[in-house]
C-alpha cells in the first residue's frame, strides 16, 4: 500500500494510494496511524479518494483509529468517499460516525 502524508500545522493528512482497502492493508494503516497518535498527531484525516473498494477488516481498523484519536482528545475526519466506498459506510451506518469531506481543504478548515 502506498500512503502520503502531509502535515498541516497540527492537522496529518494520510492519503491512501489503493484501490482495494482489505485485510492485507488493514494492518499497515493502524501502524501508520498509531505511529502519528505516538508523535503527537490528535487531527488525523484519511483521504480515501483513490479506494474504490472497502472490506470489513479495513473498515473495522478506521473505528479503531477513530476512537483512539477521540480517547486522546482529537478527531479523525474522512476525504473523498467513492460511491462504492460510499454504500459500504452507509451499509453499515458508519456515514453517521465519521465526519466525510469532499476534498481535503474542506476537512482541514473544519479543525479551525
Not at 479506494?51 to 479503531?64: C, H, N, Y
Not at 477521540?70 to 460511491?83: A, C, H, P, S
Amino acid at each position: 500500500m502506498n500512503v502520503q502524508e502531509r502535515t498541516y500545522d497540527d492537522i496529518v493528512l494520510i492519503k491512501l494510494d489503493i484501490d482495494r482497502a482489505t485485510i492485507k492493508d488493514a494492518e499497515q494503516l493502524k501502524k501508520i496511524f498509531y505511529a502519528k497518535i505516538e508523535q503527537g498527531f490528535k487531527k488525523v484525516i484519511i483521504d480515501l479518494s483513490k479506494v474504490d473498494f472497502i472490506d470489513s477488516t479495513f473498515l473495522g481498523v478506521l473505528v479503531s483509529a477513530l476512537k483512539r484519536t477521540i480517547n486522546q482528545g482529537g478527531d479523525l475526519k474522512l476525504v473523498g468517499l467513492r460511491q462504492n466506498v460510499r454504500a459500504m459506510f452507509e451499509l453499515t451506518r458508519l456515514h453517521r460516525v465519521f465526519e466525510v469531506y469532499t476534498d481535503n481543504n474542506s476537512a482541514i478548515n473544519s479543525f479551525k
